[in-house]
Protein backbone atom coordinates (compact mmCIF):
# COMPACT_ATOMS: atom_id res chain seq x y z
CA UNK A 1 0.00 0.00 0.00
CA UNK A 2 1.44 2.73 -0.79
CA UNK A 3 0.80 6.36 1.14
CA UNK A 4 0.60 9.36 -0.33
CA UNK A 5 1.20 13.01 1.82
CA UNK A 6 -1.01 15.04 0.60
CA UNK A 7 -1.65 18.01 2.96
CA UNK A 8 -1.32 19.57 6.13
CA UNK A 9 -4.80 19.00 7.68
CA UNK A 10 -5.05 22.71 8.39
CA UNK A 11 -5.10 23.25 4.54
CA UNK A 12 -9.03 21.44 4.46
CA UNK A 13 -11.44 23.86 6.85
CA UNK A 14 -13.82 21.88 8.91
CA UNK A 15 -16.75 20.63 6.51
CA UNK A 16 -14.55 21.76 3.50
CA UNK A 17 -12.54 19.32 1.20
CA UNK A 18 -9.56 19.12 -1.27
CA UNK A 19 -9.33 17.22 -4.14
CA UNK A 20 -5.48 15.48 -4.74
CA UNK A 21 -4.44 14.16 -8.14
CA UNK A 22 -2.95 10.78 -6.61
CA UNK A 23 -1.32 8.24 -9.31
CA UNK A 24 -3.27 9.63 -12.14
CA UNK A 25 -6.65 9.10 -10.02
CA UNK A 26 -8.70 12.38 -8.64
CA UNK A 27 -8.93 11.94 -4.89
CA UNK A 28 -11.47 14.16 -2.44
CA UNK A 29 -10.34 14.36 1.17
CA UNK A 30 -13.09 15.42 3.28
CA UNK A 31 -12.76 17.16 7.07
CA UNK A 32 -15.59 16.73 8.95
CA UNK A 33 -16.01 16.19 12.58
CA UNK A 34 -12.98 16.09 13.16
CA UNK A 35 -12.14 13.70 10.91
CA UNK A 36 -10.62 12.95 7.35
CA UNK A 37 -12.35 11.20 4.63
CA UNK A 38 -10.62 10.27 1.05
CA UNK A 39 -12.54 8.82 -1.73
CA UNK A 40 -12.93 8.54 -5.74
CA UNK A 41 -13.87 12.04 -6.86
CA UNK A 42 -16.73 10.61 -8.52
CA UNK A 43 -20.04 9.25 -8.35
CA UNK A 44 -19.70 5.21 -9.35
CA UNK A 45 -23.53 5.92 -10.88
CA UNK A 46 -23.11 8.46 -13.56
CA UNK A 47 -19.41 10.04 -12.41
CA UNK A 48 -20.46 13.36 -11.40
CA UNK A 49 -17.57 15.03 -9.46
CA UNK A 50 -18.42 14.25 -5.62
CA UNK A 51 -16.42 17.10 -4.54
CA UNK A 52 -19.41 19.33 -5.26
CA UNK A 53 -21.74 16.96 -3.25
CA UNK A 54 -23.38 18.27 -0.12
CA UNK A 55 -22.21 17.00 3.30
CA UNK A 56 -25.50 15.67 5.16
CA UNK A 57 -26.55 13.95 7.62
CA UNK A 58 -28.17 10.69 7.92
CA UNK A 59 -31.79 11.08 8.08
CA UNK A 60 -33.69 7.77 9.42
CA UNK A 61 -37.54 7.37 9.96
CA UNK A 62 -38.41 4.41 11.87
CA UNK A 63 -41.94 5.32 11.52
CA UNK A 64 -44.08 8.10 10.08
CA UNK A 65 -43.74 11.11 11.95
CA UNK A 66 -40.34 10.34 13.69
CA UNK A 67 -37.23 11.32 12.51
CA UNK A 68 -33.72 10.95 13.74
CA UNK A 69 -30.72 13.00 12.17
CA UNK A 70 -27.72 11.67 13.19
CA UNK A 71 -23.84 11.60 11.67
CA UNK A 72 -23.92 14.84 11.14
CA UNK A 73 -22.24 16.29 7.79
CA UNK A 74 -20.56 12.25 7.07
CA UNK A 75 -23.00 11.88 4.42
CA UNK A 76 -22.52 13.10 0.67
CA UNK A 77 -25.35 13.53 -1.16
CA UNK A 78 -24.08 13.51 -4.87
CA UNK A 79 -24.28 16.68 -6.77
CA UNK A 80 -26.09 15.22 -9.54
CA UNK A 81 -28.80 12.64 -8.67
CA UNK A 82 -28.96 12.99 -4.88
CA UNK A 83 -27.14 9.16 -3.93
CA UNK A 84 -26.09 9.69 -0.53
CA UNK A 85 -23.02 7.42 0.06
CA UNK A 86 -21.30 7.03 3.70
CA UNK A 87 -17.94 9.11 3.85
CA UNK A 88 -16.73 6.44 6.26
CA UNK A 89 -16.70 3.77 3.88
CA UNK A 90 -18.35 4.61 0.49
CA UNK A 91 -21.21 2.81 0.84
CA UNK A 92 -24.42 4.17 -1.15
CA UNK A 93 -27.57 4.35 1.74
CA UNK A 94 -29.54 4.58 -1.53
CA UNK A 95 -29.12 0.75 -2.78
CA UNK A 96 -26.09 0.10 0.00
CA UNK A 97 -25.88 -4.03 -1.81
CA UNK A 98 -25.31 -2.66 -4.93
CA UNK A 99 -23.12 0.67 -5.28
CA UNK A 100 -20.21 1.56 -3.54
CA UNK A 101 -17.96 4.58 -3.89
CA UNK A 102 -14.43 3.81 -3.84
CA UNK A 103 -12.50 4.94 0.05
CA UNK A 104 -9.29 4.51 0.58
CA UNK A 105 -7.54 4.92 3.94
CA UNK A 106 -6.88 8.16 5.23
CA UNK A 107 -4.38 8.57 8.46
CA UNK A 108 -3.67 11.99 9.99
CA UNK A 109 -0.31 11.89 11.58
CA UNK A 110 2.13 14.37 13.35
CA UNK A 111 5.09 16.42 11.87
CA UNK A 112 8.38 14.19 13.27
CA UNK A 113 6.55 11.30 11.85
CA UNK A 114 6.47 12.29 8.91
CA UNK A 115 10.02 12.67 8.26
CA UNK A 116 10.05 8.87 8.36
CA UNK A 117 8.29 8.89 5.25
CA UNK A 118 9.53 8.51 1.91
CA UNK A 119 7.67 11.36 -0.14
CA UNK A 120 8.00 13.91 2.18
CA UNK A 121 11.08 15.74 1.89
CA UNK A 122 10.18 15.46 -2.00
CA UNK A 123 7.02 16.66 -2.26
CA UNK A 124 6.00 18.32 0.34
CA UNK A 125 7.39 21.07 2.25
CA UNK A 126 7.63 19.66 6.02
CA UNK A 127 6.78 21.73 9.20
CA UNK A 128 7.44 19.49 12.23
CA UNK A 129 4.52 22.11 14.38
CA UNK A 130 1.94 20.82 12.16
CA UNK A 131 -0.20 17.63 11.19
CA UNK A 132 -0.18 16.35 7.80
CA UNK A 133 -3.28 14.59 5.68
CA UNK A 134 -1.77 11.31 4.35
CA UNK A 135 -3.51 9.12 1.91
CA UNK A 136 -3.34 5.51 1.40
CA UNK A 137 -3.58 3.77 -2.22
CA UNK B 1 -19.98 -6.87 -3.98
CA UNK B 2 -21.28 -7.01 -7.17
CA UNK B 3 -19.86 -3.90 -9.10
CA UNK B 4 -17.81 -1.08 -8.34
CA UNK B 5 -18.66 1.21 -11.01
CA UNK B 6 -15.29 3.55 -11.33
CA UNK B 7 -14.87 2.74 -14.69
CA UNK B 8 -16.46 3.78 -18.17
CA UNK B 9 -19.94 1.51 -17.97
CA UNK B 10 -19.36 0.72 -21.62
CA UNK B 11 -15.43 0.38 -21.80
CA UNK B 12 -15.33 -1.79 -25.30
CA UNK B 13 -17.56 1.10 -26.78
CA UNK B 14 -15.04 3.22 -25.72
CA UNK B 15 -12.21 1.41 -26.95
CA UNK B 16 -14.06 1.01 -30.23
CA UNK B 17 -12.89 4.81 -30.92
CA UNK B 18 -14.94 5.12 -33.11
CA UNK B 19 -16.21 9.04 -33.52
CA UNK B 20 -19.90 9.00 -32.76
CA UNK B 21 -20.65 12.96 -31.89
CA UNK B 22 -23.68 13.39 -30.02
CA UNK B 23 -26.62 15.22 -30.72
CA UNK B 24 -28.20 16.64 -26.87
CA UNK B 25 -32.28 17.04 -27.48
CA UNK B 26 -32.45 18.66 -24.24
CA UNK B 27 -30.22 21.38 -22.84
CA UNK B 28 -31.48 24.20 -20.68
CA UNK B 29 -30.29 27.68 -21.51
CA UNK B 30 -31.23 30.40 -18.55
CA UNK B 31 -31.28 33.99 -18.34
CA UNK B 32 -28.70 35.80 -16.84
CA UNK B 33 -30.12 38.65 -15.68
CA UNK B 34 -33.78 39.92 -16.34
CA UNK B 35 -32.61 42.98 -18.60
CA UNK B 36 -31.43 40.24 -21.14
CA UNK B 37 -34.84 39.30 -21.59
CA UNK B 38 -36.49 42.57 -21.21
CA UNK B 39 -34.86 43.98 -24.06
CA UNK B 40 -36.65 41.62 -26.32
CA UNK B 41 -40.10 42.37 -24.28
CA UNK B 42 -42.67 45.69 -25.21
CA UNK B 43 -42.68 48.85 -22.86
CA UNK B 44 -45.81 47.59 -21.96
CA UNK B 45 -44.88 44.01 -20.67
CA UNK B 46 -41.38 45.24 -18.94
CA UNK B 47 -43.50 47.08 -16.88
CA UNK B 48 -46.11 44.54 -16.48
CA UNK B 49 -43.09 42.19 -15.53
CA UNK B 50 -41.69 44.60 -13.20
CA UNK B 51 -45.05 45.59 -11.52
CA UNK B 52 -47.33 42.47 -10.79
CA UNK B 53 -44.57 39.57 -11.66
CA UNK B 54 -45.39 36.15 -12.86
CA UNK B 55 -49.05 34.60 -11.47
CA UNK B 56 -49.05 31.54 -11.90
CA UNK B 57 -51.77 29.18 -12.74
CA UNK B 58 -51.01 26.76 -9.58
CA UNK B 59 -50.97 27.89 -5.83
CA UNK B 60 -48.19 30.15 -4.75
CA UNK B 61 -47.11 33.12 -6.50
CA UNK B 62 -43.50 33.42 -8.92
CA UNK B 63 -42.21 29.71 -7.38
CA UNK B 64 -43.77 26.34 -8.30
CA UNK B 65 -45.85 24.39 -5.50
CA UNK B 66 -42.74 21.48 -4.57
CA UNK B 67 -39.77 22.53 -3.35
CA UNK B 68 -36.64 21.22 -5.54
CA UNK B 69 -34.18 18.93 -4.86
CA UNK B 70 -31.48 21.03 -5.56
CA UNK B 71 -31.23 25.15 -6.13
CA UNK B 72 -32.55 25.70 -9.40
CA UNK B 73 -33.11 21.96 -9.95
CA UNK B 74 -29.33 21.99 -10.96
CA UNK B 75 -26.48 19.62 -10.89
CA UNK B 76 -24.58 21.46 -7.53
CA UNK B 77 -21.29 21.59 -9.62
CA UNK B 78 -23.32 23.52 -12.93
CA UNK B 79 -23.01 26.89 -11.26
CA UNK B 80 -20.99 28.92 -13.71
CA UNK B 81 -17.30 30.44 -11.49
CA UNK B 82 -18.81 33.64 -12.94
CA UNK B 83 -21.92 34.01 -11.24
CA UNK B 84 -25.29 33.84 -12.60
CA UNK B 85 -27.53 30.68 -12.44
CA UNK B 86 -26.60 27.47 -13.60
CA UNK B 87 -26.86 27.63 -17.86
CA UNK B 88 -26.40 30.79 -17.88
CA UNK B 89 -22.95 31.44 -19.47
CA UNK B 90 -22.37 29.95 -22.71
CA UNK B 91 -18.31 29.85 -21.91
CA UNK B 92 -19.16 27.67 -18.59
CA UNK B 93 -22.12 25.79 -20.61
CA UNK B 94 -18.76 24.66 -23.40
CA UNK B 95 -16.39 23.85 -21.11
CA UNK B 96 -18.34 22.19 -18.82
CA UNK B 97 -20.63 20.07 -21.41
CA UNK B 98 -20.81 21.29 -25.28
CA UNK B 99 -16.68 20.57 -25.52
CA UNK B 100 -15.91 17.40 -23.65
CA UNK B 101 -18.84 15.69 -24.22
CA UNK B 102 -18.68 16.30 -27.95
CA UNK B 103 -21.96 17.59 -28.68
CA UNK B 104 -22.81 18.00 -32.52
CA UNK B 105 -25.95 20.08 -31.53
CA UNK B 106 -27.92 20.96 -28.74
CA UNK B 107 -31.40 21.32 -28.82
CA UNK B 108 -32.91 24.82 -26.23
CA UNK B 109 -35.51 23.82 -23.68
CA UNK B 110 -36.28 26.65 -21.83
CA UNK B 111 -37.97 26.74 -18.77
CA UNK B 112 -37.51 30.36 -17.06
CA UNK B 113 -40.03 32.25 -16.43
CA UNK B 114 -42.35 29.59 -15.98
CA UNK B 115 -42.58 29.98 -19.84
CA UNK B 116 -46.61 28.28 -20.46
CA UNK B 117 -47.69 28.59 -16.88
CA UNK B 118 -48.68 32.20 -16.68
CA UNK B 119 -52.12 32.83 -15.64
CA UNK B 120 -52.30 35.91 -17.72
CA UNK B 121 -51.72 34.37 -21.79
CA UNK B 122 -51.54 37.95 -22.68
CA UNK B 123 -48.01 38.40 -20.64
CA UNK B 124 -47.21 34.40 -21.11
CA UNK B 125 -47.28 35.40 -25.00
CA UNK B 126 -44.96 38.19 -24.42
CA UNK B 127 -42.48 35.95 -22.72
CA UNK B 128 -42.59 33.14 -25.33
CA UNK B 129 -41.65 35.78 -28.19
CA UNK B 130 -39.16 37.65 -26.25
CA UNK B 131 -37.12 34.08 -25.13
CA UNK B 132 -37.77 32.82 -28.78
CA UNK B 133 -35.49 36.39 -29.42
CA UNK B 134 -33.36 35.62 -26.94
CA UNK B 135 -32.88 32.06 -27.69
CA UNK B 136 -31.16 32.78 -31.34
CA UNK B 137 -29.01 36.11 -29.60
CA UNK B 138 -28.17 34.74 -26.41
CA UNK B 139 -27.12 31.50 -27.61
CA UNK B 140 -27.61 29.93 -31.68
CA UNK B 141 -26.07 33.52 -32.86
CA UNK B 142 -23.09 32.70 -30.45
CA UNK B 143 -22.76 28.84 -30.58
CA UNK B 144 -24.27 27.48 -34.03
CA UNK B 145 -24.15 23.93 -32.62
CA UNK B 146 -27.18 25.23 -30.20
CA UNK B 147 -30.95 25.31 -31.71
CA UNK B 148 -33.63 27.26 -30.60
CA UNK B 149 -37.19 26.12 -30.69
CA UNK B 150 -40.53 28.18 -30.78
CA UNK B 151 -42.30 27.88 -27.24
CA UNK B 152 -46.11 28.90 -28.57
CA UNK B 153 -47.91 28.51 -25.78
CA UNK B 154 -50.81 26.80 -26.88
CA UNK B 155 -53.77 27.67 -24.83
CA UNK B 156 -53.44 31.39 -26.66
CA UNK B 157 -53.96 29.70 -30.00
CA UNK B 158 -54.38 32.19 -32.02
CA UNK B 159 -50.59 34.03 -30.60
CA UNK B 160 -49.49 30.57 -30.94
CA UNK B 161 -49.95 30.70 -34.36
CA UNK B 162 -49.08 34.39 -35.04
CA UNK B 163 -45.67 33.33 -33.27
CA UNK B 164 -44.81 30.06 -35.15
CA UNK B 165 -45.14 32.07 -38.96
CA UNK B 166 -42.72 35.06 -37.49
CA UNK B 167 -40.15 32.36 -36.29
CA UNK B 168 -40.95 30.54 -39.03
CA UNK B 169 -39.74 33.61 -41.33
CA UNK B 170 -37.03 33.68 -39.24
CA UNK B 171 -35.86 30.38 -40.37
CA UNK B 172 -33.89 29.27 -38.03
CA UNK B 173 -35.66 27.43 -35.39
CA UNK B 174 -35.89 23.50 -35.09
CA UNK B 175 -39.16 23.04 -33.71
CA UNK B 176 -41.95 24.02 -32.27
CA UNK B 177 -42.81 23.36 -28.25
CA UNK B 178 -45.81 23.51 -26.70
CA UNK B 179 -46.81 22.38 -22.55
CA UNK B 180 -47.84 18.58 -21.88
CA UNK B 181 -49.94 20.38 -18.98
CA UNK B 182 -52.39 23.32 -20.84
CA UNK B 183 -56.17 23.72 -20.21
CA UNK B 184 -57.40 20.68 -22.04
CA UNK B 185 -55.57 17.15 -22.94
CA UNK B 186 -53.21 18.13 -26.08
CA UNK B 187 -55.44 15.93 -28.76
CA UNK B 188 -58.24 17.84 -28.14
CA UNK B 189 -59.43 19.93 -31.36
CA UNK B 190 -58.93 23.30 -30.15
CA UNK B 191 -55.05 22.86 -30.45
CA UNK B 192 -55.39 20.94 -34.09
CA UNK B 193 -54.16 24.63 -36.06
CA UNK B 194 -50.88 24.27 -34.53
CA UNK B 195 -50.75 20.93 -35.63
CA UNK B 196 -51.77 22.16 -39.12
CA UNK B 197 -49.38 24.62 -38.87
CA UNK B 198 -46.18 22.64 -37.78
CA UNK B 199 -47.11 20.04 -40.45
CA UNK B 200 -47.48 22.09 -42.94
CA UNK B 201 -43.62 23.89 -42.22
CA UNK B 202 -42.24 20.90 -41.46
CA UNK B 203 -41.08 21.39 -38.16
CA UNK B 204 -41.77 18.29 -35.66
CA UNK B 205 -43.92 19.40 -32.34
CA UNK B 206 -41.38 19.23 -29.25
CA UNK B 207 -43.25 18.35 -25.84
CA UNK B 208 -41.16 19.14 -22.70
CA UNK B 209 -42.19 17.73 -19.21
CA UNK B 210 -43.45 20.45 -16.79
CA UNK B 211 -45.82 23.16 -16.54
CA UNK B 212 -49.04 23.59 -14.73
CA UNK B 213 -52.31 23.45 -17.09
CA UNK B 214 -54.33 24.88 -13.92
CA UNK B 215 -54.91 21.18 -12.89
CA UNK B 216 -53.31 19.37 -10.02
CA UNK B 217 -50.29 17.36 -12.03
CA UNK B 218 -51.45 14.03 -11.26
CA UNK B 219 -54.97 12.51 -12.55
CA UNK B 220 -56.00 11.47 -8.36
CA UNK B 221 -55.09 15.07 -7.34
CA UNK B 222 -51.85 16.96 -5.52
CA UNK B 223 -49.02 14.86 -3.66
CA UNK B 224 -47.43 15.78 -0.82
CA UNK B 225 -43.44 15.67 -1.94
CA UNK B 226 -41.46 16.67 -5.04
CA UNK B 227 -40.76 12.83 -5.69
CA UNK B 228 -43.90 12.50 -5.94
CA UNK B 229 -44.80 15.12 -8.57
CA UNK B 230 -41.43 14.21 -10.40
CA UNK B 231 -42.96 10.88 -10.73
CA UNK B 232 -46.05 12.40 -12.81
CA UNK B 233 -44.01 13.92 -15.22
CA UNK B 234 -44.31 10.19 -16.90
CA UNK B 235 -47.76 9.89 -16.19
CA UNK B 236 -48.59 13.39 -17.39
CA UNK B 237 -46.87 12.21 -20.86
CA UNK B 238 -48.51 9.09 -20.57
CA UNK B 239 -51.55 10.32 -20.40
CA UNK B 240 -50.69 12.97 -23.81
CA UNK B 241 -49.64 10.33 -25.80
CA UNK B 242 -52.89 8.43 -25.24
CA UNK B 243 -54.72 11.82 -26.63
CA UNK B 244 -52.99 12.18 -28.79
CA UNK B 245 -53.07 8.88 -30.60
CA UNK B 246 -57.06 8.77 -30.28
CA UNK B 247 -58.16 11.72 -30.50
CA UNK B 248 -56.63 10.95 -34.40
CA UNK B 249 -53.59 13.75 -34.41
CA UNK B 250 -51.29 11.41 -36.04
CA UNK B 251 -54.24 9.91 -38.51
CA UNK B 252 -55.21 13.64 -39.03
CA UNK B 253 -52.25 15.19 -39.52
CA UNK B 254 -49.80 12.28 -41.02
CA UNK B 255 -46.68 13.95 -41.59
CA UNK B 256 -46.22 15.63 -38.21
CA UNK B 257 -43.15 14.54 -36.24
CA UNK B 258 -43.73 14.46 -32.46
CA UNK B 259 -41.20 14.89 -30.31
CA UNK B 260 -41.81 14.01 -26.02
CA UNK B 261 -39.44 15.37 -24.29
CA UNK B 262 -37.56 14.64 -20.63
CA UNK B 263 -40.18 12.05 -20.29
CA UNK B 264 -38.20 8.74 -20.21
CA UNK B 265 -39.38 5.89 -22.00
CA UNK B 266 -40.27 2.94 -19.50
CA UNK B 267 -44.30 4.07 -19.48
CA UNK B 268 -44.08 3.75 -22.55
CA UNK B 269 -44.33 -0.32 -24.04
CA UNK B 270 -47.17 -0.76 -21.04
CA UNK B 271 -49.73 2.45 -22.21
CA UNK B 272 -49.17 1.32 -26.15
CA UNK B 273 -50.41 -2.91 -25.11
CA UNK B 274 -53.10 -1.10 -23.57
CA UNK B 275 -54.13 1.49 -26.20
CA UNK B 276 -54.42 -1.42 -28.51
CA UNK B 277 -56.44 -4.01 -26.03
CA UNK B 278 -58.70 -1.26 -25.89
CA UNK B 279 -58.70 -0.33 -29.22
CA UNK B 280 -59.30 -3.79 -30.14
CA UNK B 281 -62.34 -3.79 -27.28
CA UNK B 282 -63.62 -0.06 -28.36
CA UNK B 283 -62.76 0.87 -31.49
CA UNK B 284 -66.45 1.88 -32.90
CA UNK B 285 -66.12 4.77 -30.30
CA UNK B 286 -63.05 5.87 -32.28
CA UNK B 287 -63.63 5.03 -35.69
CA UNK B 288 -61.42 7.70 -36.82
CA UNK B 289 -58.81 5.62 -35.98
CA UNK B 290 -57.61 3.44 -38.92
CA UNK B 291 -54.67 2.00 -37.41
CA UNK B 292 -54.08 0.14 -34.11
CA UNK B 293 -52.81 3.16 -31.50
CA UNK B 294 -49.40 1.10 -31.06
CA UNK B 295 -48.79 1.64 -34.81
CA UNK B 296 -49.01 5.62 -34.71
CA UNK B 297 -46.75 5.59 -32.11
CA UNK B 298 -44.20 3.26 -33.97
CA UNK B 299 -44.59 6.14 -37.03
CA UNK B 300 -45.12 9.70 -35.62
CA UNK B 301 -43.54 10.02 -32.07
CA UNK B 302 -39.95 10.00 -30.98
CA UNK B 303 -38.72 9.71 -27.32
CA UNK B 304 -35.71 11.52 -25.56
CA UNK B 305 -33.98 9.12 -23.27
CA UNK B 306 -33.55 11.30 -19.93
CA UNK B 307 -34.62 10.55 -17.09
CA UNK B 308 -33.65 6.69 -18.60
CA UNK B 309 -34.44 4.01 -16.48
CA UNK B 310 -32.35 2.02 -14.46
CA UNK B 311 -33.99 -1.63 -13.77
CA UNK B 312 -32.33 -3.46 -11.03
CA UNK B 313 -30.99 -6.23 -13.69
CA UNK B 314 -29.27 -4.64 -17.24
CA UNK B 315 -31.67 -6.55 -19.62
CA UNK B 316 -34.70 -5.09 -18.37
CA UNK B 317 -33.15 -2.31 -19.88
CA UNK B 318 -32.39 -3.89 -22.78
CA UNK B 319 -35.97 -5.24 -23.06
CA UNK B 320 -37.36 -1.55 -23.04
CA UNK B 321 -35.13 -0.42 -25.57
CA UNK B 322 -36.01 -3.53 -28.17
CA UNK B 323 -40.13 -3.54 -27.10
CA UNK B 324 -40.49 0.92 -27.46
CA UNK B 325 -37.86 0.36 -30.52
CA UNK B 326 -33.84 2.16 -30.76
CA UNK B 327 -35.46 4.08 -33.92
CA UNK B 328 -37.91 5.95 -31.02
CA UNK B 329 -35.24 7.15 -28.94
CA UNK B 330 -33.31 10.48 -29.24
CA UNK B 331 -30.62 10.78 -26.93
CA UNK B 332 -31.05 14.25 -24.21
CA UNK B 333 -28.57 15.10 -21.29
CA UNK B 334 -31.30 17.66 -19.37
CA UNK B 335 -28.15 19.77 -19.24
CA UNK B 336 -27.57 21.61 -16.03
CA UNK B 337 -30.06 20.28 -14.45
CA UNK B 338 -30.23 17.51 -11.32
CA UNK B 339 -31.14 14.66 -13.05
CA UNK B 340 -28.48 14.69 -15.80
CA UNK B 341 -27.66 11.46 -17.88
CA UNK B 342 -24.25 11.64 -19.13
CA UNK B 343 -24.28 9.76 -22.40
CA UNK B 344 -20.95 7.66 -21.61
CA UNK B 345 -22.43 5.77 -18.22
CA UNK B 346 -26.73 6.73 -18.52
CA UNK B 347 -27.67 3.39 -20.90
CA UNK B 348 -26.50 0.54 -17.96
CA UNK B 349 -26.88 -1.89 -20.36
CA UNK B 350 -24.83 -2.31 -23.83
CA UNK B 351 -26.06 -1.30 -26.86
CA UNK B 352 -25.11 -2.33 -30.50
CA UNK B 353 -22.99 0.22 -32.72
CA UNK B 354 -26.71 0.53 -34.94
CA UNK B 355 -28.37 1.27 -31.92
CA UNK B 356 -25.61 3.78 -30.24
CA UNK B 357 -25.63 5.43 -34.17
CA UNK B 358 -29.72 6.06 -33.61
CA UNK B 359 -29.99 7.11 -30.08
CA UNK B 360 -27.37 9.22 -30.19
CA UNK B 361 -27.39 11.00 -33.53
CA UNK B 362 -28.98 9.19 -36.43
CA UNK B 363 -32.28 9.65 -35.41
CA UNK B 364 -32.22 13.13 -34.09
CA UNK B 365 -30.30 14.19 -37.19
CA UNK B 366 -33.38 12.52 -39.44
CA UNK B 367 -36.19 14.53 -37.30
CA UNK B 368 -34.47 18.00 -37.13
CA UNK B 369 -33.03 17.43 -40.79
CA UNK B 370 -29.42 18.34 -39.55
Known amino acids: ?137 | MSDVIDRPILAAEEAAKSRLRIIDCDVHPSIHAHADIEQFMPKRWQQHLRTYGSHLRTPYIGTTPYPRSSPLIARRDAWPPTGGPPGSDLDFMRKQHLDPLDIEYGILQVLDLFIFSQQNLEFGAAVQRAINDWQLAFWSDRDPRLKASILAGQDDTEFAIAEIERCAKIGRYVQINVCPRANEPLGRRRYWPIYARAQELGLPLGIHVGGYGGHAPTGSGWPSYYVEEHQSNAHTMAAQLTSLVLEGVPERFPNLKIVFIEGGFGWIPSTTWRMDRHFEAFRSEVPHLKRRPSEYVKEHFWFTTQPIDEPDEGKHLRSLIEWVGADRLLFSSDYPHWDFDDPRYAFKTPLTEAERRKIFNGNARAVYKF
Not at chain 1, 1 to 27: L, S, Y
Not at chain 1, 51 to 72: D, H, I, N
Not at chain 1, 78 to 96: A, L
Request: proline share 8%; net charge neutral.
Open chain 1, 1 to 137: MARHIVARTTDIPPGGNKVFGVEGRDIVVFHVNGEFFALLNRCPHEGAPLEKAACVARLTSPEPGVYQRSRVGELLRCPWHGWEFDMRNGQSWFDPKRVKVRSYPVAVESGEELQKGPYVAETFPVRVEDNYVIIET
